[in-house]
């Protein structure tokens, strides 16, 4: 590309290239930017004359043939281009169904509280979004179970774990339902409480699930939450059981009766 030739002067009183399909500058007429403006009526050296006239004259005229076509040329590329568009959209909105069934979230409520629930990970115990199967094989296991479970996140059934020093919010208490293992999170995404999870944990054991947790920063893994109920008294008495015992003689066919007691 070269801005003009030595000819430019030339070429402003003719209005147009001069070396136009000359072989021998076919290189600098093609790569010329001046000739460009020529052709567009633009002038920049010479004073403006009737070449330049019909020049701008004739541009104006390709210019407005390029805007104004005909309905038969236009409709069918416009057609093609809706097309396009509507092929893009329907991608887009298959791409975003299958992230959206892919990551939907389910919560487990217990005490009209909201738990995120995930399934466990194997190998590190992390925990992975159900998805809309997840969620449909954690309905099938739950079965007859009086277990609710949410499909979206409701604010008035969030509660905020606060933590304190000897009871911070950093377990994950975790239990399985079939042959598969989920774990509880708030629904929040953050750890819960010792005390919280002793709370799951009695929850579940209503329904003879086990409940197990485990705290990761402190190195307390793999805890069974064991249910806190009301433990036996070990000072009662043993019962006193009267047994009779009813033998028979074959000789004289009468009856015994002994009384034992039994400590």
Sequence with gaps: MIGCCNSFKD????????????????????????????????????????????????????????????????????KKEVEIVEDIKKEENALEKSFRDKYKRAYLVINERQFYIGTR?????????????????LIQNIGDLPIHIDTE????????????FDDRADWTPYFKIG?????LMNSNLLGLKESTCN????????????????CPKNGRNNRV???????????????????????????????KVEQLSLF
């Design 11 to 78: 070429c402003s009183d003719a209005g147009e290239c001069i070396k136009l399909n000359n072989p021998l500058y076919e290189e600098v007429y093609k790569g010329c930017l001046y000739k460009s403006n020529l052709d567009m009526g633009k002038n920049f050296y010479t004073d403006y004359n009737e070449n330049n006239r019909i020049k701008a004259e004739e541009y104006q005229k390709k210019q407005c043939s390029r805007k104004v076509k005909k309905p038969s040329e236009t409709l069918p590329k416009i």
């Design 121 to 137: 990970g194997s190998y590190n115990g992390a925990t992975y979004a159900l998805g809309t199967e997840g969620i449909e094989r």
């Design 153 to 164: 996140y409701l604010d008035e059934m969030y509660q905020d774990e606060n933590g304190t």
């Design 179 to 183: 042959q598969q293992q989920y774990n």
């Design 199 to 214: 709370m799951i944990a009695n929850y579940f054991a209503d329904l003879g699930i086990e409940v197990n947790s485990e």
């Design 225 to 255: 939450f064991k249910p806190s109920k009301p433990k036996k008294s070990k000072d009662k008495q043993k019962p006193i059981v009267d047994t009779i015992k009813l033998s028979e003689d074959k000789k004289t066919k009468k009856a």
